[in-house]
């Protein structure tokens, strides 16, 4: 049998990647690029947020990972059974309040992190200007000028078409009034939960290389104009009162919207671990 | 209705200079010592023939007045398009200076930083490019240009940023009713109402025009230039017109270089040059085309 390192990755991947983790708090926002390492899996698999979490995680530390919303996708199975087996001495869990890592790629988990928790994203995409500009040079310039207009002309676009703005994921968002960053594919809603969180956010990006973070107690602003504010995603039924969890009836969280085969639509938290503890509680 | 030259550097009481530019220099290529001998109108060339360099624009001197409309007139290659992209930060030139006064104080274009640059060249300084291709993005609506432009300098308030784009658009003559589809289905005039109203969504002090009615048919490029005189008349924007169209300086500048391979031969007021030029290139310039 062959022994892997702790955590799989060499002692030196790890502390190139957790100098690159303190460069990237110390410049909320800034995309740090780092020399990303080969994994066991396809690039875009969550190979960028795994690599910081095994540079971060360590004997005692508690692990919670989660795609979208769910412990029990095959994403999140796949991974955490992955680092079970690389570092041995790490708990795991479901419950957000056990654990102190938590490694996430479509959602922030509902109710507010702690100053002892840290969120580690999968990121597709770091770069929110490679949609208005192709070329890596011009956009590095365009951070460095903290020049967005083209992002908020993409926005004044969307209003134009239609009305409100239709970015449903991806948010074009600006961290301590400089850096433009993708905050991963969280949808909208969970954008708020960046602005001064008091835990560390960490982004990590596999296949583009590159690492960025929203301290704790950070302004994260999403781009938007004066007279049309940032808006997150309502979820509204027919007579207008809020829709609520089919299953443990929340009308806080954000919903995912499923078809019960009997021609239903059903509504349910898309935080799976949110919505047992609502169930626990009712 | 033909309008010549409203304001002239000589009434007295407008003889404060918005840019002085001063030995201004472009090269192309590696450069050697005897490049700037062995180059010029009276070597008939501006390509060296030690080094192959191109003198595009070789010690360029002018002042241009607030309010002022200068032409630059000259054959294809003489460097005229040089000289405006140089000051507006299109390209570097090797040698000179080039002063800009912002509320009287003078800037030193050329020694700026690279944000110092962007804030003059989207705030201060607008440019119409003879292809709108490079003044607009093709790829988002009229409005969504204009409002490009107020994006980068101002804060962003969509309604404000909506209604100085209708605003801009009134002005240049372009129909509301198409401010929100894409460049690209517009008449190349229509375009260049675009970009002059893009140009002009900072109300900026200094203007530059690229050959910008070059290419259009005569009507419209008849409209274009009573829209820039009339916006010169409201505004007091000073401008630098480039152009080889003889009837575009008749009609625009108050005094006029005339360029060729790279360097003044000829400048003066406008009807002079055109009425009685010294130069023998000058002479067979208007000689050619009248």
Do not use: W
């Not at chain 1, 239709?166 to 433009?180: A, D, E, F, K, L």
């Not at chain 2, 201004?24 to 001998?37: Q, T």
């Not at chain 2, 002022?68 to 390209?91: M, P």
């Not at chain 2, 080039?98 to 030193?108: F, K, M, N, R």
Request: negative net charge.
């Amino acid at each position: 049998m062959i022994h892997n390192t702790f955590g799989f990755i060499d002692i030196q991947a790890k502390r190139e990647i957790r100098r690159s983790v303190l460069k990237a708090i110390a410049i909320p926002g800034y995309q740090v690029p780092y020399s990303s390492r080969e994994m066991p899996m396809g690039r875009g698999f969550g190979t960028g947020g795994l690599q910081v979490t095994l540079s971060l995680i360590g004997e005692g530390d508690c692990l919670k990972v989660i795609d979208q919303g769910s412990d029990d996708s095959v994403n999140a199975v796949n991974l955490r059974s992955f680092i079970e087996k690389t570092c041995p001495g790490v708990d795991t869990t479901e419950l957000l309040e056990e654990a102190n890592l938590i490694q996430s790629r479509h959602r922030i988990p509902e109710g507010a992190l702690t100053e002892d928790q840290i969120l580690i994203l999968q990121v597709p995409y770091p770069d929110p200007l490679v949609i208005v500009e192709p070329s890596e040079e011009k956009r590095k310039i365009m951070h460095g000028e903290g020049d967005y207009s083209r992002l908020l002309v993409k926005l004044y676009e969307d209003l134009v078409e239609h009305g409100e703005i239709t970015i449903s994921h991806r948010y074009p968002t600006r961290i301590n009034g400089h850096y433009v960053i993708d905050p991963s594919p969280i949808p909208r809603y969970d954008v708020p939960f960046l602005d001064q969180s008091k835990s560390l956010t960490l982004f990590g990006a596999g296949r583009e290389k590159k690492i960025y973070a929203v301290p704790p107690y950070c302004d994260a602003e999403p781009l938007a104009f004066e007279d049309q504010p940032f808006r997150t995603e309502e979820f509204f039924g027919p007579q207008g009162q809020r829709l609520g969890c089919h299953r443990c009836g929340s009308t806080e969280s954000y919903l995912d919207e499923f078809d019960d085969q009997l021609g239903n639509n059903l509504y349910q938290c898309s935080d799976s671990d949110y919505c047992n503890r609502q169930m626990e509680t009712t | 209705m033909l309008r010549l030259g409203l304001l002239q550097p000589s009434d007295g009481d407008n003889l404060n200079p918005i840019l002085q530019v001063k030995g201004l220099s472009k090269i192309y290529g590696p450069g050697c010592p005897s490049c700037f001998e062995l180059t010029g109108p009276e070597k008939d060339t501006n390509l060296c023939p030690i080094c192959g360099t191109v003198i595009s624009v070789r010690g360029i001197d002018f002042d241009l007045y607030e309010g002022e409309i200068l032409g630059i007139i000259g054959e294809s290659g003489s460097g005229k398009s040089t000289v405006v992209k140089s000051l507006f930060f299109d390209e570097t030139p090797e040698q000179g200076t080039a002063d800009y006064y912002e509320h009287g104080v003078p800037v030193s274009l050329f020694e700026q930083n690279a944000a110092a640059k962007r804030r003059l060249r989207n705030q201060s300084f607008g440019m119409v490019y003879q292809n709108p291709h490079l003044g607009l993005n093709f790829d988002i609506s009229a409005g969504g240009n204009i409002a490009e432009r107020l994006l980068v300098n101002g804060t962003p308030n969509y309604g404000k940023i909506r209604a100085r784009g209708i605003e801009l658009l009134k002005r240049t003559e372009v129909l509301i009713e198409r401010m929100d589809e894409k460049p690209s289905s517009f008449s190349g005039g229509m375009q260049q109402r675009v970009q002059i109203a893009k140009a002009l969504a900072t109300n900026p002090p200094l203007l530059f025009l690229d050959e910008v009615t070059t290419g259009l048919d005569l009507s419209v490029q008849a409209a274009i230039l009573d829209l820039i005189l009339e916006i010169q008349e409201e505004q007091k924007t000073a401008m630098i017109a480039v152009t080889h169209d003889l009837g575009v300086i008749r009609l625009l500048a108050n005094r006029t270089l005339v360029m060729k391979y790279g360097q003044i031969v000829e400048s003066g007021l406008t009807d002079q040059i055109l009425e009685d030029p010294q130069q023998e290139y000058t002479q067979k310039l208007i000689a050619s085309a009248l």
